[in-house]
């Protein structure tokens, strides 16, 4: 398999004179992976909270894995069935009047498969393993990438699963660095509507 290592700030730059993931692997024996190293600032509620346009809490409904726009890495995208917004609300009108409209939340990395080539972008920040899953309820703090799909503040500081009525961070990596203490859903929205009333 070839690796290919980005820094984060070369994700920005445009595919012009650049090969795609998937012209990589045609020409490597049908595999490439791409090693994308961040480092985010640590993400604290009082930081991420003003930052973030849309703050939500939801249900993961599907994990989609697939090719960026620019081709450069694969992406993992979260499709999020609203249950309460806390901060914005989505730009998006439903269909049919009381009907919730999902929410798209794109993470760099993730494995994926096409016309038999294997494209595997691997995110020190993001482990495979700890991908948000489907039917997993979440809080996640959330910035337009466009007008359908958002991606998460400060990386893996901007999302939160609930389980059992206790919230975590969505990676070990986060919850270290930030040196996250148990909590339950109450204290977390507690905490978080007092920063958002400030």
């Known amino acids: 398999m070839t690796r290919v290592v980005l ?17 990589t692997a045609r020409r490597n024996g049908g595999s490439v992976l791409v090693t994308v190293d961040i480092d985010s600032p640590v993400g604290v509620l009082s930081d991420v909270i003003p930052e973030s346009d849309l703050i939500v809490r939801g249900i993961v409904q599907s994990v ?7 081709e450069r890495i694969v992406v ?55 991908f948000l899953t489907k039917g997993e ?27 059992d009525g206790n919230v975590r961070a969505m990676t070990q990596i986060a919850a270290t660095r930030r040196h996250d203490e148990a909590k339950t859903i109450a204290e977390f929205e507690r905490e978080m509507l007092g920063y958002l009333r400030k």
């Not at 309820?137 to 893996?156: A, K, N, T």
């Open 64 to 70: 989609t894995p697939r090719i960026s726009d620019d």
């Open 137 to 163: 309820d979440v809080v996640l703090f959330l910035s337009p990438i466009d007008r359908r799909r958002f991606r998460l503040q400060r990386g893996p500081f901007g999302a939160f699963r609930v389980l």
């Open 76 to 130: 993992t995208e979260y499709e999020i069935t609203p249950t309460r917004f806390y901060k914005g609300s989505s730009a998006q009108s439903a269909a049919t009047p009381g009907a919730t409209v999902s929410l798209v939340v794109q993470q760099p990395g993730g494995t994926l498969i096409v016309d038999n080539l294997l494209l595997k972008t691997d995110v020190n920040e993001f482990p495979e393993g700890e």
């Open 7 to 23: 820094c984060f700030a070369l994700l920005a730059l445009p595919l012009q004179g650049r090969v795609s993931m998937l012209d």
